[in-house]
């Protein structure tokens, strides 16, 4: 069944692949679902997650909606890093403030584990490392980045935009030792982006005990011995998830941690 707004004519039910004009978006509904979540859709981006920050910050009406591009100049990764951006499936969340039940410390992982649930169900075996990398055969197919929006100390919602390697045939050195990409077109593209929106919207008003006990038995460093780095550096047993979505780390000496940023690898010897 197609409907028309305006010039474009969207197949119900499928994400718009239909190429709308940069700059100028055009906000495509998906009818079942337009008083939930409105859709941003260009064909090209610096970067998903600012431009969703700058709708938020110009936006007042208190609703969720989702900024999505094929490719991104500026593609931007936790701690500064650039995230490669050509191709695959990139798109972001925006949530005003109060518009959801969840803790915003428990985003990043309730949406990796939207990520890996609707990867899984195309039948690829995806686990989650922590805290915002979704891998396949241990390279990485996802990256998430959750970011708060302020204005004069309040807040005024939270973005979490998500890069999916999605029908990426090459990354440029070094990446290609570390990415991966899922081989598809544009349908599996859209049935993953609609099946990412639909976890992740769950889980919004969700238990969040419901998504660590998933993020925990879909985690690739839970159980192992790892490093970490950041704020805190050194080795221990990565142990499990705490309530706000935190790795919980046991030194050698028998300390306890509580890692709630920076980067983490599974140590393989010494
Ligand atoms: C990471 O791996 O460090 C996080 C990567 C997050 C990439 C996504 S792609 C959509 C959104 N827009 C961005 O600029 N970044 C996020």
Known sequence: MKWNRGKFQI?????????TPYPNPSILYDRERAEETALYYYEELPSTNQTAKEILL???????????ADRQSAGRGRLGRRFYSEGGLYFTYAFP?????LPPELLTTAAAAAVCR???DEG????????NDILLNGKKICG??????????AVLGYVVGIGINIGISDFPEPLSETAASLS???LLKSRIFR???????????????KILDYCTKKSCVIGKPIRYFGAREGCGIAQGLDKNGGLIVKKGNGEILHLTGGEISVRTQG
């Not at 197949?11 to 190429?19: D, L």
């Not at 110009?58 to 999505?68: A, C, D, K, T, W």
């Not at 690829?124 to 805290?131: D, H, L, R, T």
């Open 184 to 186: 598809g077109d544009f």
């Open 58 to 68: 110009s936006e007042e009406n208190g609703r969720r909606f989702i900024v999505l």
């Open 11 to 19: 197949k119900k039910r499928n994400i718009p692949m239909q190429h």
């Open 124 to 131: 690829f075996p995806a686990e989650i490392k922590w805290v």
């Open 195 to 209: 099946r990412v929106r639909r976890y992740f919207t769950q889980t919004l008003n969700g238990s969040p005990q």
């Open 118 to 120: 609707a990867i899984a």
């Open 97 to 101: 403030h109060g518009s959801f039940s």
């Open 144 to 153: 998430i980045l959750a970011e708060a929006l302020s204005k004069e100390n």
